[in-house]
Structure formats: C-alpha cells, structure tokens
C-alpha cells in the first residue's frame, strides 16, 4: 500500500491539508484509489484495499470515501486518462454525492469527452464465492448491494444500465431493467434506485442523471402524483413492502416540482418513507431584445361607450342590453314588451303595481230618456 500524496508529521499523523493541495491518490489490489486533501489517513482495513479486480486487462478508479466530500472533477478526470492509458477503466464510486443533479460518473463523461463505466459500490466478495457490487453507508455502518450494479455513462446522452438486480424477485419484465407493477404503470432501475412511470408517458431526464446515495434508495414517480389512481397506490404500496430490508429502510419517495399537498398525503399513506420535491427548473430568460408578450399588441384607446358611462340602477344584476329610442307613454296596465309582466325589479324607484285598467265614465242619457255610464279608454 503507497500513498503518493499526503502530508505527515513527524510522528506519522496525517496533517491538515493546504487548501488547493492535490488530491490523495493510493494504489490498491484493483488500482487505484483517489480522494480528496481533506480526507483522513488511510486505514489498513479498508475495504478499499480488499475490491475485487474484475479483469486482470482492467483497472479500477476508487472515487471518494464513505462520509467524505468526493474530489475535485478535474483531478478525478487527470487520474481517469493516466489509468485509461494503461487499461481499460471502471470507476467505483465510494462515497455519497450531494444535490440533485447529474452525479460525477456523468460529469466525468463529459468532461473526458467519452463514455465512462462506473459502478455505485466496491466489487466485493461473497461468502457464496460471487463478487457483488456494494455501497458503505457510514452513517448506519454497513454495506448493501444496489439495484445499479454497473452503468455506462455516455457523454451525451442518458445512462444506460449494464447490469443491474431485480427489486423484486418474480416480476415480469418490461424494456430494459424495468417491471410490469399494475396496467401501465411499471418501475425501473435507475442509478439513483427506481423510477415509477407510465407507458407513453416521456420519462424526465433528471430521474436518469440523478445521482446515487448509499444511504438512501429514490423512488422517483416520474409524472404528476395525482394521477396515481388507488388501485396504482395498492400496488405500489405492495411493492414497496416486498423490498429488500436494505432497500426499505432506506427508500425515500421523489416527487415531480409543483406537487400539492394532497397528492403527496395521499402517497406517503400508501408507502409510509420520507419524501424529496425536486425544485422547479428555472424557465428560460429572454433573449435580448426581445418583447414581452403582453405589449406585443397596439394600446387601444378607451371607448367612451365602454368606460365612461355610468351603470343603470335597473340593470345591476342583469347583461346589458342595447339602448333603444325613447317611446312615448303608454297607457298604464300593459306589461311592456322588453321585460316579462311578472318580472321583478332589480334596482331604482320601487315598482308600483296596476291593480286594472285605467277607465273614463261618461254619463249618457239614450233617446228613451234612459241614463247610464259608458266607459271609455
């Protein structure tokens, strides 16, 4: 065991590194070993010093340490093309990956500009004689086997998974490292743990490039939460119940940006395990230049019609009508044809009720010197 780049006392105690000062960088059985200047001395225990070498024409690049800040990007990618010289190159991610965004097995892609396997683990052995992959969780103290085992990363382009573990054990398959749960729902292995989605619903890209955490396990629902139908939730409750203990006690639900809280109560009810809202990516500035969409139409000037004019008492409750010439007065006791005789008032003076019609008595005397009223009108 060498270790190329670290400060030492003079009684062998590992010194506070400088700030800016290279990373530590250790040879190990299956190559190497590189973290960051802060990290603490190695120890001879180390799983680090046990991996497994998958091949003997392939070197592994360990990253990190478990409850350590990973290194720097450009150091990790100056160690990649050394190695890459020497053999082909599988990265294994030792420690944990802060935020939500694309983890450094990604980021390394781009950066070296060619695609980059990586597995989320050491290869370590079995007491059944097979490797596995498995991630340190420091803050519990133990080791479990995610459901990503290995994962190509291309640099510009989705990660596609090269082997991976059913969650669980009978499921039928669907697509690549994905499994039928109810109608046309199904999850998939994702390198962050699983993905909750829906035939013919397009899959959100940050569930993919979502980086993997030994001490949790995501279940991203990929799409609005509300549409989960009980018989949805059934299943995905059952689900999360025949999870390996591993995984279980370590799931946490990923919720879409905008989720309500009804929807997100209505979940945690069926798979009772902390939740995550991912935040909403910011929309796009304007390019200079560019006019608002509101002021994209000429000012109209005010209509004097539409403005200006006061409100009729009599309309307040009712759609204006049209105004209409002035009529001369009708004789009282006949409904007026722009409103309904037994319509109600609405507004103004109170309505004074015809009790019949108005009449003019006139007294007429006949030729047989009878007298009687005739009406008129």
Do not use: K
């Amino acid at each position: 065991m060498t270790d190329r780049l670290t400060n030492s006392t003079a009684d062998g105690a590992t010194a506070p590194s400088p700030p800016g000062a290279p990373p530590r960088i250790t040879t190990v059985p299956a190559g190497l070993w590189i973290r960051s200047a802060q990290d603490p001395q190695t120890q001879p225990d180390d799983p680090a010093f046990t991996t497994v070498p998958h091949a003997p024409d392939v070197r592994t690049l360990i990253v990190g340490a478990p409850g350590c800040q990973p290194p720097a990007l450009p150091d990790v990618n100056r160690a990649f093309d050394d190695l890459s010289a020497q053999a082909t190159v599988i990265v294994s991610l030792y420690g944990c990956e802060p935020g939500d965004g694309p983890g450094l097995a990604q980021g390394l892609a781009v950066a070296a500009g060619r695609p980059v396997v990586a597995e989320y683990g050491l290869l370590m052995p079995g007491q059944d004689g097979v490797s596995r992959v498995l991630a340190t969780d420091a803050g519990r103290r133990e080791s479990w086997a995610p459901f990503a085992q290995r994962v190509l990363h291309p640099p510009d382009g989705p990660p596609r998974l090269v082997h991976w573990h059913p969650p669980v054990a009978g499921m039928v398959p669907h697509g690549r490292a994905g499994y039928r749960l109810v109608g046309p729902w199904f999850v998939r292995v994702v390198p962050a743990g699983l993905a909750l989605r829906r035939v013919g619903l397009t899959p959100d890209a940050a569930t993919d490039l979502a980086p993997f955490d030994p001490a949790r396990l995501d279940l991203a629902v990929d799409g609005p939460v509300a549409e989960l139908t009980d018989n949805v939730l059934t299943a995905l409750s059952r689900f999360a119940d025949a999870l390996p203990a591993a995984a279980r006690v370590r799931l946490r639900l990923v919720l879409s940006a905008g989720t309500d809280d009804l929807a997100a109560r209505r979940l945690r009810l069926a798979v009772p395990a902390p939740q995550h809202v991912r935040r909403a990516t910011p929309a796009a500035a304007p390019s200079a230049g560019a006019v608002p969409r509101e002021s994209t139409q000429p000012t109209q000037p005010a209509q004097p019609t539409q403005t200006t004019q006061p409100a009729q008492p009599t309309q307040t409750t009712q759609p204006a009508r049209p105004a209409r010439p002035a009529q001369p007065a009708r004789p009282t006791g006949r409904a007026s044809p722009a409103r309904p005789a037994n319509a109600r008032p609405t507004g103004g003076a109170p309505r004074r009720h015809a009790v019949g019609r108005a009449t003019a008595l006139t007294l007429v005397v006949t030729r047989s010197g009878r007298m009687c009223f005739q009406a008129s009108g």
